[in-house]
Structures are given as C-alpha cells and as structure tokens.
C-alpha cells in the first residue's frame, strides 16, 4: 500500500547515456517534486510541479527535465549523464492549499554512473 | 550557501532522557519548518512542524521550537527510545512551496 514509489530502486549505467526515473503517488496529491541527495547527503530541491507550474532550482542542469504524463506521476529524465549526476534521487508530493504542508518522500533511486 | 544549517552531525543519548536536535536559518522569507527523520535505504518520514507565526508545537513525545529573533528552531524528544535512532533532517519552506534541508543530524539512542 505505498503511498510514493520510485522505480528503479538502483539504476547503474555508463556516462553519456539517457536514463528515466519513475515516480509514483496514490495519496491524490497535486504537486510532485523531485530531490537530490548527493555524496554529502545534502538534500537539495530540484522540481516542484503541478498541473499549472513547474518550478525549477536554478543550478540543476538542464539535462534533467520533470515529465508528468497525469497528476499522479512525475518521471525524472536525464540527458548525457556525467559522473557528478551519481547520488540518491527522491520523489516527494503533497497536497497545496490543506494547511498540512508536509511532503511525503519515496524510498530512493541509487544513480550509479560509472 | 546553506540556508538551512544543522551543525551538529551527530548525537548520542541514553535511552529515556531528552534528546534536543537544533537548526539554524538565515532566510526570514521562510514561512514553516518541518522535522523530518530518516533510515538509511528509505525516504525521509515526516515527523512533526510549526508555522512561522508560533513559537512551539507539541505533538506526543516530540516538541518543536521556534525563536524567529534568532532564527532557530529546535527538535526535543522525551523520553528517547532506541526506536528513535535515525538521521534528523530540518527543512524550511519559502513561499514556492519548496522545501530546503539541512545536512542532517544522526541521533543514537543507546538501550
């Protein structure tokens, strides 16, 4: 009964290919957001999307780009993987506007680029 | 540049005191913080919040302080239970509704 889930759970591939990572909600959420969790386990923003706006940080590269196919998913795609994209990626979503603000985090995918 | 900041990496407490995790903040656009408590191999869980506009939220054996003048808020568990041994993460939200997180804090919990 998993509220956020993210596929692949590990995904390992080699520099310059293009990868996908899949995400998720079953809680009706409207807004999804994606995170990224780097070697110093520093938990840095990178999407917040909903079906009207999509926000993006500023310093994530533009080779990542959020494709939401429904309200319910939030894939994350990456073009021309480098070495530093390694880290754990987390889907999160939450519902605006019910006073609850909290975000509800999936479990993680381990990017691995060798 | 951090605007979150936890600047203690870890902590140890013994099983029943108080376990008190800090957080610093330098954006006073921020308007909630929200405590989040992670195991390794999972996503961060909720755990508890409070609005910029109140200065405490209690909710069972986990309380949360917020000092605007200082920009600081505080996570105190009592009595701590081994249970409670995680990685402790403070996130602030600005008006994007985009959370931005400390570095974390381990807490053990030794039985």
């Known amino acids: 009964d998993t509220a956020v889930s993210q596929t692949p759970k590990y995904l390992v591939t080699q520099m310059g290919n293009d990868k996908s990572i899949k995400c998720e909600q079953n809680?009706?959420?409207?807004?999804m957001y994606w995170y990224k969790q780097d070697s110093k386990k520093f938990l840095k923003i990178m999407f917040s999307?909903?079906?009207?706006?999509?926000?993006i940080n500023e310093t994530v590269p533009n080779r990542f780009s959020p494709k939401s196919p429904d309200k319910a998913h939030l894939n994350l795609h990456i073009n021309s993987l480098e070495l530093g994209d390694s880290a754990v990626y987390f889907c999160?979503?939450?519902?605006?506007?019910?006073?609850?603000?909290?975000?509800?985090f999936g479990p993680g995918t381990r990017l691995t680029v060798l | 540049d951090q605007q979150v900041k936890q600047n203690s990496p870890s902590l140890s407490v013994q099983e029943g005191r108080i376990s008190i995790l800090n957080c610093d903040y330098t954006?006073?656009?921020?308007?909630?913080f929200l405590w989040y408590k992670k195991y390794p191999a999972e996503g961060p869980t909720f755990l508890i919040s409070?609005?910029?506009?109140?200065d405490k939220n209690e909710d069972g054996r986990f309380t949360v302080f917020l000092n605007k003048s200082a920009k600081h808020l505080s996570l105190h568990i009592v009595p701590s239970q081994p249970g409670d041994s995680a990685v402790y993460f403070c996130?602030?939200?600005?008006?994007?509704?985009?959370?931005?997180f400390g570095g974390g804090t381990r807490l053990m919990v030794k039985p």
């Open positions: 999160a979503s939450s519902l605006i506007g019910t006073g609850l603000n909290e975000q509800f």
């Open positions: 809680l009706g959420h409207d807004t």
């Open positions: 999307y909903n079906n009207k706006e999509l926000i």
């Open positions: 954006n006073s656009m921020f308007d909630y």
């Open positions: 409070i609005s910029s506009i109140k």
């Open positions: 996130a602030a939200r600005n008006a994007g509704n985009m959370l931005t």
